[in-house]
């Protein structure tokens, strides 16, 4: 069975530093795609990034990148010049890519704020 | 376009009552999923829909729970009888079908149904 887990149950982090969120995940399939959402307090789940198992570079989509390193079976999040507006919960999770197995499972989640 | 919307937004019921949330994904996205997240556990899957019919649906905690998607458009999950383990947040989420080959099918989120069982 997959997992996924996210060891930072919160985190402060001064405004226009960079901040990393930590994300390791547990699967025997060689196939698989990792996400990372944003969920800030109204509720809304975002689409941030995705990472593939194959991609031979990591993922970087504007201020958010994808540290993946997968001998560690580590995906972490880091967003470069942090803003106030990144205070939210970061969920971290994962997806095989076999078709008829669609369902993501997710961690439990980190809380940022950035502190002005 | 719009995106992925759901309601109501906020529910409160009582234990043994019965409540039916919908979710009417982004137009065109034929896969359909409901997940629920528990007060401060991580977000869990229920079941995935393609078009009208039910993909996997391993998630669904016991009987009490139906979910629909008539016509293969929008979806219904109804909890009857609802119980005090039930509270949480409900989510539903969309996407394209996915295209052979192709390692990435993101998944669309609506803002959720907050469920709160007296």
């Known amino acids: 069975a997959q997992k996924i887990t996210q060891t930072q149950p919160g985190m402060f982090v001064q405004e226009k530093e960079a901040v990393t969120l930590d994300c390791t995940y547990d699967?025997?399939?060689?196939?698989?795609?990792l996400f990372w959402y944003k969920q800030p307090s109204s509720g809304e789940m975002i689409f941030l990034i995705y990472?593939?198992?194959?991609?031979?570079q990591n993922a970087t989509e504007g201020r958010y990148s994808l540290n993946f390193q997968k001998a560690r079976k580590s995906a972490n999040l880091v967003i470069s010049a942090s803003q106030l507006g990144d205070s939210a919960m970061y969920f971290c999770?994962?997806?095989?890519?076999?078709?008829?197995?669609?369902?993501?499972?997710f961690g439990t989640g980190t809380r940022l704020t950035i502190i002005p | 376009e719009a995106g992925v919307t759901q309601f109501p937004s906020h529910s409160v019921i009582e234990k043994g009552q019965t409540v039916t949330l919908r979710c009417d994904p982004i137009?065109?996205?034929?896969?359909l999923y409901w997940y629920r997240r528990v007060m401060g556990k991580e977000i869990k899957f229920l079941l995935h829909?393609?078009?009208?019919?039910?993909?996997?649906e391993s998630g669904m905690p016991n009987n009490r729970f139906l979910a629909e998607r008539t016509g293969g458009t929008y979806s219904t999950l109804k909890v009857q009888p609802a119980e005090l383990e039930d509270s949480g947040v409900y989510f539903c989420?969309?996407?394209?079908?996915?295209?052979?080959?192709?390692?990435?099918?993101?998944?669309?989120f609506g803002p959720g149904t907050r469920l709160l069982v007296l």
């Open positions: 999770a994962m997806r095989l890519s076999n078709f008829g197995n669609e369902k993501l499972t």
């Open positions: 699967t025997s399939d060689p196939s698989y795609g």
């Open positions: 989420a969309s996407s394209q079908p996915r295209v052979a080959g192709a390692s990435q099918e993101t998944q669309y």
């Open positions: 829909f393609v078009k009208e019919s039910k993909q996997d």
């Open positions: 137009s065109g996205h034929d896969n």
């Open positions: 990472q593939g198992s194959y991609d031979q």
